[in-house]
């Protein structure tokens, strides 16, 4: 079984910046992906953006597309995600998972903690 562990959260003013890292402890199957979700109070848990294990590709939904980059480091065995130009309504806790090939939370079967971002000023 593989296990996630989040780190990089915090509280920020709107306009700033936060990288989020997912440590990744044991093997992931090629075909998924490593995913990143959040999940605001009150709020169902949405996707944000995913890297693929196969070939690194990556997908962000819309509303995060050109302030957030997915990275990733092999050597570490980490994936990344770059908030950049951060809003309030990106207040949440952040959970990365893997074991499914999108950003439907039902397909992925191990999660990490999360963490928690705040936006605020």
């Known amino acids: 079984q593989v296990q996630l562990v989040e780190s990089g959260g915090g509280l920020v003013q709107p306009g700033g910046s936060l990288r989020l890292s997912c440590a990744i402890f044991?093997?992931?199957?090629?075909?998924?992906?490593i995913a990143w979700f959040r999940q605001a109070p009150g709020k169902e848990r949405e996707g944000v953006s995913f890297i693929s294990n196969a070939d690194s590709s990556t997908y962000y939904e819309d509303f995060v597309k050109g302030r957030f980059t997915i990275s990733r480091d092999i050597a570490k065995n980490t994936v990344y995600l770059q908030m950049n130009s951060l809003k309030p309504e990106d207040t949440a806790v952040y959970y990365c998972a893997t074991g499914g090939r999108g950003l439907l939370p039902r397909e992925h079967d191990s999660w990490g903690q999360g963490t928690q971002v705040t936006v605020s000023a």
């Open positions: 044991g093997f992931t199957l090629d075909y998924s992906v």
